[in-house]
């Protein structure tokens, strides 16, 4: 049960905490009300009938993958993980080797709800980081066309009033405000920022409401239906931009297909010269005509074509 926060939740994420082990309790106890919290508000799903987002809570101290700093503690609502391991090569692969240093979260990769608890208070928001590479490819792709940007325009204007946008750390504009242009150009030094190797990675693109510790500590255990409304309210941002097979504008989903239907062949490809290592052809070779997803390979043997699975055959030496 989700029991509100109090001004002492807030408090443990005070700068001089951050890189200590010893206040590791103090944002233990924080960890445990996002959990509650998250359950509270579980499911929530993009679409009606889609599947629901995983909901996972970041570590509570200092560790490689947050840089062993705990800044702040979050609540994230994102893809499953069956479809974070579908993407996270091609994440990793547009991704420079320095960026995945400096910033190893897994989270980073991929379009995220969140809730975010700092000394600053409270934030609910939708992130996409550049290192998010799916994410962020698919988003710039779909805008340039003219209908998909003004259905975000329409869907930016929806949010209440003190919702904001724009990139951590900079100025917050008020997404309503905002017009297709002055969008585009956003979206644009979004897609600088992360494709260029010496843009700054830390302009992580963000739409969301903040929350002081006063407002948050006075709405007590009311606080979790306004966190729910909120996130409501970005679902169909997250819809929009997020890459799935029924919204891909980056011609992933099929690159998918071929990479499964590689991996169940064992790396063997259409022309490839293999031996048969067992079955009623062991110790023949032949010339792989083509692979399927189920792993069986189609052989010509001689003046013979046969179907026979890839764990049954090597490479030709």
Avoid at 7 to 19: H, I, L, M, S, V
Avoid at 53 to 58: F, H, P
Avoid at 264 to 278: C, H, L, M, P, S
């Amino acid at each position: 049960m989700f029991d509100g926060f109090e001004a002492r939740d807030f408090e443990a994420y005070a700068p001089t905490k951050w890189q200590s082990n010893a206040y590791n309790l103090e944002r233990m106890r924080v960890k445990d009300k996002l959990v509650s919290l998250g359950q509270h508000l579980s499911p929530l799903q993009p679409t009606a009938d889609g599947p629901p987002l995983s909901c996972e809570v970041s570590v509570e101290h200092p560790a490689l993958w947050n840089n062993n700093t705990v800044s702040d503690q979050r609540l994230y609502f994102t893809r499953s993980e069956h479809e974070r391991k579908e993407l996270s090569s091609r994440n990793t692969r547009a991704t420079s080797m320095s960026s995945q240093v400096a910033d190893p979260s897994p989270h980073r990769e991929h379009i995220v709800l969140c809730v975010v608890v700092s000394d600053q208070g409270v934030e609910i928001s939708l992130k996409l980081h550049p290192n998010a590479a799916v994410d962020r490819q698919n988003m710039v792709t779909k805008l340039t066309d003219r209908w998909h940007m003004q259905a975000f325009v329409d869907l930016l204007a929806d949010l209440p009033d003190d919702f904001h946008m724009g990139f951590a750390g900079g100025e917050p504009m008020a997404p309503s405000a905002l017009t297709a242009d002055a969008l585009r150009a956003l979206v644009q030094a979004f897609a600088e920022a992360s494709e260029s190797p010496a843009a700054d990675k830390t302009k992580v693109l963000s739409v969301g409401r903040a929350y002081g510790p006063e407002e948050v500590c006075e709405a007590d255990v009311g606080f979790a239906d306004q966190a729910r409304a909120d996130l409501r309210a970005l679902l169909p941002l997250y819809q929009h931009l997020a890459w799935s097979r029924q919204n891909d504008f980056v011609e992933v989903t099929e690159a998918i297909r071929e990479e499964k239907k590689v991996k169940k062949a064992r790396g063997i490809r259409q022309n490839d010269e293999i031996r048969v290592t067992r079955g009623l052809f062991a110790g023949k070779t032949g010339v792989v005509e083509s692979t399927d997803a189920k792993g069986l390979l189609k052989l010509r043997l001689g003046t013979m074509v046969v179907k026979i699975d890839a764990k049954d055959v090597t490479p030709k030496q």
